[in-house]
């Protein structure tokens, strides 16, 4: 039998092999979730008997959406999420170490060919490591810290074909922006999403992160990047679909000619080419989230801003994707030309992402993000209007004071 990469991956941890719309009870290699999450997954835990996590090796609790906690009712949450990993053995990220999904892949918790689940949205991201990342709630994530395991629906899927080479000044992310105005929001609930094709072969992790990460905003549920060119620092089996693999939908794209994309309010799938929003006036500009604010976001930034001056009225906030990505970035000299521009320097987290703090904007203020979302209150104020782009237009706009493409 032919299979897809999802359908692969679930029949290894289902012991036997399985196709799409099979109901599948799967062994999980790993479970995580966040201080937006744990919370409720620990008071599930608690409720369903659990005295003992099923590998304490493979649970990763990580504080990041309210971090540092900005009132005590949420430091409480930390602290109960403090007590409960010290209790139970299990990993915890503490304030300021970074945003989940890169602490996933950076310290190597999730790997190529994995099962992972994460009580959060953006799971999928690990698609990009071709493992196979699902977010879950809360509930479930607490019966599987207790057994292992989960039950699942094997998803069919839409394989998707990129080729040709992106322009300057165009990346992944203005690609998956586009693909998501093609698909829609819905375009592929409770489907995988399969990225292959010359384009993708050639990019590196982090913008292959971007582009698994937002096949949430398509509705997805799990999007696997082709491994062909993958560059990780350890050996690993890749899982490629056989040929002949039955997918619900086959879509290409030659992407040469594709303009930087940016998304309107107040939806991730309301995309136009740049050219229709240039001259946009902004008053605030944000690098952050799960999707774009890895070493190489922060290079296209520092590329644009070198040398320069944001625009009067304007701030821009940046919150490394970890620790780790703004020590390199230190050393390297990127903060500095960053900070030297004007931009200043958050916590590692998701604060302004999801409007928790650390980053709300105004009434009546035009956001500029590169970040996944952009639904009306997104960022904490549903009186903003919060656009969507890469990096690098994000820093051009910033220094321009509008919406501006990174090559001008």
């Known amino acids: ?11 290894k941890h289902a012991g036997k092999p399985v196709k799409a719309g099979d109901i599948a009870v799967v062994h999980v290699d790993g479970v995580m979730a966040t201080d937006a999450t744990s919370p409720f997954a620990i008071k599930s835990f608690r409720a369903m008997g659990g005295k003992k996590l099923w590998d304490s090796e493979r649970v990763s609790l990580i504080i990041d959406h309210a971090s540092p906690a900005p009132n005590e009712t949420v430091a409480n949450l930390h602290k109960l999420m403090r007590d ?67 039950w699942l629906k ?32 819905e375009g592929a609930n409770y489907q995988a999403v399969e990225f292959t094709g ?20 398509m509705g997805a549920k799990t999007g696997l990047v082709d491994p062909t060119g993958l560059d990780l620092w350890y050996p690993f089996e890749p899982t490629f679909a056989d040929s002949g693999a039955e997918y619900v939908r086959e879509l290409t794209f030659d992407v040469s000619a594709l303009r930087p994309q940016i998304a309107k309010p107040h939806s991730p799938e309301n995309v136009v080419a740049i050219d229709e929003v240039l001259g946009t006036k902004i008053h605030y500009a944000f ?43 230190l050393k390297d000299g990127t903060i500095g030309i960053l900070s030297d521009a004007g931009a200043t320097f958050i916590t590692s987290g998701c604060g302004p992402c999801v409007g928790s703090h650390l980053g709300v904007p105004g009434d009546g203020e035009v956001v500029i993000s590169s970040t996944n979302r952009n639904f009306q209150g997104r960022m904490g ?10 990096p690098a237009v994000v820093a051009a706009s910033a220094l321009a004071g509008e919406i501006m493409e990174p090559t001008e």
């Open 1 to 11: 039998m032919a299979q897809t990469i999802s359908e692969k991956i679930l029949s």
């Open 84 to 150: 409960f990993s010290a209790e139970m053995g299990c990993r915890l990220y503490d304030i300021g170490e970074g945003i989940c999904h890169q602490l996933m892949v950076e310290d190597a918790h999730v790997r190529p060919g994995d099962l992972f689940l994460g009580a959060d949205s953006h799971t999928p991201t690990y698609g990009a490591l071709n493992a196979f990342g699902i977010g879950v709630g809360s509930t479930d994530l607490a019966a599987t810290m207790v057994t292992g395991k989960t």
């Open 154 to 185: 094997v998803p069919k899927t839409i394989k998707i074909t990129l080729n040709g080479e992106l322009k300057k000044g165009v990346t992944s992310k203005d690609l998956v922006l586009f693909l998501v105005k093609e698909l829609g929001v």
């Open 198 to 217: 010359e384009t993708v072969k050639s990019m590196t992790l982090a913008s292959r992160m971007a582009i698994a990460n937002m096949s949430s905003e």
């Open 287 to 329: 690098i952050g989230s799960c999707t774009n604010t890895r070493l190489e976001d922060l290079h296209a930034a520092a590329d644009v801003l070198k040398g320069k001056k944001l625009s009067s009225g304007v701030r821009l906030i940046i919150a490394p994707a970890s620790k780790k990505v703004f020590n390199d970035a």
């Open 381 to 390: 104020n549903p009186r903003a209007q919060v656009y969507l782009g890469s």
